[in-house]
C-alpha cells in the first residue's frame, strides 16, 4: 500500500492550530452542515432492527433507487442497483471482485482508485482526464469520476461517450458520480442517460455522503449492467458486505427528496463564490472547480510550499500530490467547514 498521505500533512495541521485564532481545517471533504432533521428521523424509526439486513437492499430501498435512477439520472433499459457501505468500500473492492487484471484510472484522482487496484493486483494505467484523447489499449476495468475529486471538473458528454466506447473492446466502465448533485457552474450530465439504455459493462457508484450530509451512516449505491450487479451482490452475499438496515430505510427516505440537496448546493456554491475571489486576490489561479466540494487551485509554487503558506495563516488545505504526480503544483480547498470558519479563511487570507 502507498504510504497513508494524510499522515504526511500532520506537521502543517500542527502549524495551523498554533495559529493565535486556532486552526480552520479545509482539507477534507467531511460534511459539516447537518443531516437534515427528516433524515434523521427516518433513522430513528428504523432503529428497532434485530434481524439480518438484506444485502440486495429492502424492497423500500431498491424502489428508491430505481426511482431515482429513472428519474434524476436518466437510466432507460435494463439495470439493477446494489445498495453498498458507503462508495469507498466500492471502489476499493471492485477490482478484486471483478478479478480485474488491468485498471485504468485517471492520472489526478480520488487515491482509492489506485488502492483498489493494487488490492486486487492488478496493473495500473494512469489516463488523462480527457477520453476523447485517449491512446490507450482499454484494460479491463476503467474508473471515471465526474465531477472530479480534487478538480470539480464536469466531464463533458463526449468525453464520457468515449470512456464509455472502451465497453465495446470488453472493458467495464465504472463511473464514480458521487458529486452528481453538486453542478455550479457546470451541471454534470449523467452517465446513464448518455448510456441511453445500452447499460452493458456499465456500473456507475453514487453516494449519499455529500448529496444528503450522512457520510456518518454510510450509505451509497451502485446501479447498472444487471448481469455485473448479479455477481457483485453474490460476492458480497458471501462476504457480509450489508448496508445495516436503519441506514437502508434512512437512505430510501433521503433519496426521495431533492430540496435538502438543492439547499446545500446553493450553501456549497455561495462558499465558492466568497471563497475564490478571495484566493484569486492573492495569486491563485483557481482551475475547473466547476462543481462539487473543492476548489482546486495554484499560486504556481510547489505544493507543499503553498500548504505551508496557510498553515501559517491557522489553515490547512490539500497538497496536489496526493491525488496524483500531475497535481504536485496544485492544492485541494474543501468547502465542509461552516460558513463562519469560511468566512474566517477569507479574513485571514485577505489580511495576513
Ligand atoms: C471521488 C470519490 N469517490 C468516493 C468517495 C467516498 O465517499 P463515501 O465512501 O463517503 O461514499 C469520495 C469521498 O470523498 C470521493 O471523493
Not at 455550479?184 to 446513464?192: A, E, L, R, Y
Amino acid at each position: 500500500m502507498p504510504d497513508f498521505p494524510w499522515d504526511l500533512l500532520a506537521p502543517y495541521g500542527v502549524r495551523a492550530k498554533n495559529h493565535p485564532k486556532g486552526a480552520i481545517d479545509l482539507s477534507q471533504g467531511t460534511p459539516v452542515d447537518p443531516t437534515p432533521d427528516f433524515i434523521q428521523k427516518a433513522l430513528h424509526e428504523a432503529s428497532n432492527a434485530p434481524g439480518y439486513p438484506v444485502t440486495t437492499g429492502s424492497p423500500e430501498l431498491r424502489r428508491a433507487i430505481i426511482t431515482y435512477c429513472r428519474d434524476q439520472l436518466g437510466a432507460a433499459g435494463e439495470f439493477d442497483v446494489l445498495p453498498v457501505i458507503g462508495s469507498k468500500e466500492f471502489v476499493a473492492w471492485l477490482p478484486f471482485m471483478l478479478r480485474s487484471k488491468k485498471v485504468l484510472i485517471p492520472e489526478i484522482a480520488y487515491p482509492t482508485y489506485r488502492v483498489g487496484a493494487i488490492i486486487a493486483g492488478a496493473e495500473i494505467k494512469e489516463v488523462g482526464i480527457d477520453a476523447t484523447k485517449w491512446n490507450t489499449d482499454s484494460g479491463d476495468l476503467i474508473w471515471v469520476n465526474t465531477p472530479s475529486n480534487p478538480t470539480g471538473r464536469v466531464h463533458s458528454a463526449d468525453e464520457i461517450t468515449a470512456a464509455l466506447a472502451h465497453r465495446s473492446r470488453g472493458a467495464i466502465v465504472a463511473v464514480d458520480e458521487c458529486y452528481f448533485s453538486f453542478g455550479d457552474s457546470k451541471k454534470p450530465i449523467s452517465t446513464f442517460q448518455l448510456a441511453r439504455g445500452d447499460n452493458k459493462n456499465f456500473l456507475t457508484v453514487h453516494s449519499l455522503s455529500k448529496r444528503s450530509n450522512l457520510a456518518g451512516y454510510r450509505g451509497a449505491f451502485v446501479a447498472g449492467d444487471p448481469a455485473l450487479i448479479s455477481r457483485l451482490l453474490e460476492l458480497r452475499k458471501h462476504a457480509g458486505m450489508m448496508a445495516p438496515a436503519p441506514v437502508q430505510h434512512a437512505v430510501a427516505v433521503a433519496l426521495g427528496d431533492e430540496v435538502h440537496v438543492q439547499e446545500q448546493a446553493m450553501v456549497y456554491a455561495a462558499r465558492r463564490k466568497r471563497l475564490a475571489p478571495a484566493l484569486t486576490s492573492k495569486g491563485f489561479a483557481v482551475d475547473f472547480s466547476d462543481a462539487g466540494l473543492y476548489i482546486w487551485c495554484s499560486n504556481g509554487e510547489e505544493d507543499w510550499a503553498q500548504v505551508a503558506w496557510f498553515a501559517e495563516r491557522g489553515i490547512l488545505v490539500t497538497p496536489g500530490n496526493f491525488y496524483g504526480k500531475g497535481g504536485a503544483r496544485h492544492i485541494r480547498i474543501a468547502l465542509t467547514a461552516t460558513d463562519a470558519k469560511i468566512d474566517e479563511a477569507i479574513e485571514r487570507i485577505l489580511h495576513s
